[in-house]
């Protein structure tokens, strides 16, 4: 395929940014702007002659501007193929000209409905003669080219210095590619708004997502997996995606799906006490909260100071230099926090590969949204698991009653186990895990297991009594068999949490009040799979 020279470009964009300088570029080549309302007005105010699209049409712009582009002159210009002699008679018979670059980005229908617009507004705000006339050259591409994001102004203008004025076939396909993906974001956009916004549906008959791409990384789960970071159109959440990574490594697909639950967890304890987050493999193995973050540090380590080398960690208030020390003692991958001083960042420096991420804020742990998993020929879509249990909604099963201490421990390894992967167990005691059973295809194994490194953690620290003795205990669905809880019980639990709901409720209840068990029922589930 051969260059095409720009003799004609056709400018109509919403968003102005580098507009002027790029219409210097083109007058300056001899190249004829043609454009409409705001932007001739932008181009002539830059000093530019501009030739207004109904001077090309012959027709008037109507209707508040809905009609002006939606012209055979305009559409004939973009969509004829110059080297079909049909075409190119078309064009003579009905003096349409050529246009050989069009410049569009469409009205601002996303930022309209972000700052809450009223409807009618928003409805104004939905473009029809841009995503038209980008369709159009889009798929003329072999002879037009298109150019919808501002930030490629610049290769545009690379391209028209490198080819005398010229555009390449690779460039022009490049940019319809891309204008292509702006129109389906954008008819995207559109349709969450009518289902969803307007309509109310909570899990729409048409789910539409678009994104654009951050980053490519390193590789996915494996070396043989590709893999790369993309930020949803449309949605406002500050996360990981949007961290300050002050130093280390680039990140890998696993560091951002583990530091991601590690955040997920820690956004629980947002704006309570000084909370410790560690977790390997997208499960915490080790969480704590103490008057200061350094004690907090210590006791989550803990837990499971095995899982913790080479673990992410979070925590719910900026880093200080003792604990940053603290945590430097052990391989650390990644460690999220919003903000650290600067004894913190020094001691970090010292370890070159370990990520440090800094975010403005912890996230809303009841944000609403849905979450996505594909699978084989589908995708299965649910809205988040932001559900809450006040501690008045707790309810007593057994004949004894939890006391202060054993209801903030259930709380607290409730909070937990939540964010553990299913079937999960959790033991807590004084705000801290001790000892954390993930991922079991049996819930009596998971609190065997969480026993096992409760026991491991006595011995390593020379503690008179394992941290499970007296502690709480939590389960994130039913025990479906009272095998679970008397393996809760063997390991000195005295408290529990869980949904209830059972077939066997009656016998998981009677084995509690036979072991002296305080056990109180959430009424919710909490499966992570």
């Not at 949605?235 to 590690?262: C, H, I, M, R, W």
């Not at 202060?404 to 033991?427: G, P």
Request: charged fraction near 25%.
């Amino acid at each position: 395929m051969s260059d095409v020279t720009i003799k004609r470009a056709l400018l109509s964009v919403s968003d102005k940014s580098g507009l002027a300088d790029l219409g210097k570029v083109l007058s300056a080549r001899g190249v004829e702007l043609v454009s409409t309302g705001g932007t001739a007005k932008a181009l002539r105010d830059a000093g530019l002659d501009v030739k207004d699209i109904s001077e090309l049409t012959g027709f008037p712009e109507m209707m508040d501007g809905r009609v002006k582009t939606l012209h055979p002159i305009v559409h004939g210009g973009l969509l004829a193929v110059r080297d079909n002699p049909e075409h190119a008679a078309s064009m003579v018979d009905h003096e349409i000209g050529a246009i050989d670059l069009v410049v569009v980005n469409l009205y601002p229908f996303e930022a309209t409905v972000a700052r809450g617009a009223e409807r009618d507004e928003v409805i104004e705000n939905i473009d029809i003669g841009g995503p038209s006339m980008v369709r159009s050259a889009a798929k003329n591409h072999k002879f037009v080219t298109i150019v919808t994001d501002a930030a490629d102004y610049g290769d545009l203008v690379e391209e028209l210095e490198s080819r005398n004025g010229a555009t390449s076939y690779d460039f022009r396909k490049k940019m319809a590619a891309k204008a292509y993906s702006a129109t389906a974001r954008y008819d995207a956009a559109i349709s969450r708004y009518f289902l969803g916004v307007d309509q109310g549906q909570a899990l729409p008959d048409q789910f539409s997502l678009s994104a654009a791409k951050l980053s490519e990384l390193r590789y996915g789960e494996n070396p043989h997996q590709s893999a790369a970071i993309y930020l949803p159109y449309g949605s406002t959440e500050q996360g990981l995606a949007q961290a300050e990574q002050v130093q280390g490594k680039e990140l890998s697909y696993n560091n951002y799906n583990d530091a991601d639950a590690a955040l997920e967890l820690c956004a629980e304890f947002k704006g309570q006490a000084p909370a410790v987050i560690i977790v390997k493999h997208a499960n915490p193995c080790g969480v704590a909260q103490a008057p200061t973050l350094l004690q907090a540090w210590n006791d989550a380590l803990a837990c499971d100071s095995v899982s913790a080398f080479g673990g992410i960690v979070a925590v719910n208030r900026p880093l200080d230099g003792p604990t940053a020390e603290a945590i430097c003692e052990i391989f650390t991958e990644v460690v999220v926090a919003p903000g650290a001083d600067d004894a913190a960042r020094a001691a970090f420096a010292k370890k070159k590969n370990l990520r440090l991420l800094l975010i403005d804020d912890l996230p809303d742990p009841r944000r609403t949204g849905l979450v996505t998993k594909p699978i084989t020929g589908g995708l299965l879509v649910q809205s988040r698991d932001n559900g809450a249990i006040e501690r008045a909604a707790l309810k007593t099963v057994t004949k004894r009653e939890p006391t202060e201490q054993e209801l903030q421990d259930c709380l607290f390894a409730w909070t937990v186990a939540r964010h553990v992967k299913s079937n999960a167990i959790v033991y807590a005691k004084d705000g801290a895990t001790a000892g954390i059973g993930a991922g079991q295809m049996n819930r009596r194994d998971s609190a065997r297991i969480a026993a096992i490194k409760a026991r491991e953690a006595a011995e390593k620290y020379g503690w008179d009594a394992v941290r499970t003795q007296g502690s709480a205990v939590a389960s994130d669905a039913f025990f479906p068999f009272a095998d679970g809880l008397l393996a809760a019980v063997e390991a000195g639990a005295t408290a529990v949490i869980q949904p209830g709901g059972s077939m066997r409720d009656d016998e998981v209840i009677a084995a509690a009040d036979e072991a002296g068990l305080a056990m109180v029922f959430t009424g919710m589930r909490h499966f992570r799979h």
